[in-house]
């Protein structure tokens, strides 16, 4: 059962934008890291990028360093994914993740958290 709630995926052209959000119900302790990853048609699940909800640390997988941005919202308990410069690689089905507590293995370990979400469709038109 998702017990995040992930909004803004959809269809767009190769080059534009599109950002994600991620709602944490109060019931969920803290969080202390969210974090987005992604699932691409017969891919395994991969890390894009976390962010520390005290500090507002930020960490990126490679692909999507310089493109892809992550914040947060303390107040509104929402975890943003703003992604610029789209390509057709990109296309996936995105998850928000978090974690009430330190990740043992860091956090590009999916397994590591236990909070997920339903999983919202990006798709990137060439």
């Known amino acids: 059962q998702a017990q995040l709630v992930e909004s803004g995926g959809g269809l767009v052209q190769a080059g534009g934008s599109l950002t994600l959000s991620c709602a944490v119900p109060?019931?969920?302790?803290?969080?202390?890291?969210m974090s987005w990853f992604r699932q691409g048609p017969g891919t395994e699940r991969e890390f894009v990028a976390a962010?520390?909800?005290?500090?507002?640390?930020?960490v990126y997988a490679d692909s999507v360093k310089g493109r892809f941005a992550i914040s947060r919202h303390s107040a509104k308990r929402t975890v943003y994914l703003q992604m610029n410069g789209l390509k057709s690689e990109d296309t996936a089905v995105y998850y928000c993740?978090?974690?009430?507590?330190?990740?043992?293995?860091?956090?590009?370990?999916?397994?590591?958290?236990?909070?997920w979400g339903q999983g919202t469709q990006v798709t990137i038109s060439s």
């Open positions: 962010i520390s909800w005290a500090a507002g640390s930020t």
């Open positions: 993740a978090g974690s009430s507590i330190p990740l043992r293995d860091g956090v590009r370990e999916a397994s590591d958290y236990r909070y």
């Open positions: 109060g019931r969920i302790a803290g969080p202390y890291i």
